[in-house]
């Protein structure tokens, strides 16, 4: 057998592949430094209100004081542009990379509702459709890099990042963001959802994740004549809290009020702010600041 | 992704690129001993794999652009997603106006030229034209510059 010199043997040359792909994370690198602490709101189930939660954490902040930045991951299913009611905004070509619209509370916000043109067009990007399977989600991660790196965010406290349903998909962002400052993982008392989320659980404690905190949404339902908390679900499924320093950090009961609200693209928490679920919502956040201060 | 040319022991350099357009891409690399050339030839899905990282084959020309992978590979984006932060008045932009110092005036013909690129991608396209022109000492931009700048930066794919 011939004796031929290695890949990391020959030296420098050839498609300088790796070289770009270097200056790509540098590029990522810098832009996060202007940003104190990233949070991702995950959950591994799709449906259990991690983006209404998003954008009314996110309205919370900032009305607060906070400079704050939403940023909807889930390129295939975005919603967080029309919940801060930021849709039809254009992004502005600035010199320092693209400027995201401001949402009302002052939040700014990317999502893929602000690129794609109609309300009801489908993810799709252009290629090859035979074995599209082989390049989509190299485009996807690519995507999701650049709605980071090349958004002239500015300084902010928070980035607050909207993680698209699948374990995958919190994998994706940790590829990018490999410290976030803090993750909640979202979930239902509904024993399905508890058994997904626990396999994000797993995935964010192997990956060593600091502050993880779980978030119970949709646990209880107000009744409107005698303002009584009933609970929606009979909790089941394994409990998700206690275990390798994750704890429950909140639980919000439902209010259709708030789907509503946040259809309409008007945060909850501040429209209702004396509803159970909206302080439910500024509990969390006092847990979050809290977690982040300790940091 | 590297060559070695065997006799000679040798990392082939990259030569040359070429993009024929049915989704295809050739780039050729060269022995820098003994000269002797190749090509490399992907399939459609192989090149997408390739321009999905945001990287080009054999380096770069002009620097990666912002959302360049999301502007040139999203199908059905909408054409008034981007507005250009210092647009300057209309006016100011025809040929004969007096050009402001260091800024980049554009020719008549050359915003026209420019109006046929696709808005998602337009102000991308504009700033790696603006930033050769201003390289070059060019205060004002038109077809002619145009095209030679597109063959010196190789922007066959955009």
New interface residues.
Partial sequence: M?N??T?TE????????P???V??GD?LAARLKDIRSVVGIASGKGGVGKSALTANLAAALASDGLRVGALDADLNGPSLARMLGVVGK??????H???PPTAAVGVRVVSME?????ED??L?????E???W???N??ET??L???IS?VAWGELDVLLVDVAPGTDRIGRLLDLVPDPAALLLVTTPSEMSRRVVARSARLVREACVGKVGIVENMTSWECPNCNALTDLYEPAGPDLSGRDGIEKWGAVPFDPRLARSTDEGVPFVLSHPETPAALAIREIIARLLGELEAK | MKFLCLPCDQVMTFAERQVPGDGTLAAVFSCPSCEREMAMLTNPYETQLVSGLGVKIGGRTVPEQPMELLRTSLDGARPDAFVEADAPPAAATLAGDVPIAGRLTWSADALERLERVPSFVRGMVKRIYADWARERGISEMTPELMSRARTELGLEEM
């Fill in positions: 011939r031929i010199r890949y020959v030296g420098p040359g050839g498609a300088s592949i070289e770009q792909v200056a790509q590029r254009r992004m502005v070509e600035g010199e990379g693209i400027e602000l690129f794609q043109d109609g067009a489908p799709r990007w252009r290629g090859p035979a074995d599209g082989v390049w989509r190299v485009v690519g995507t890099r650049e709605l090349d």
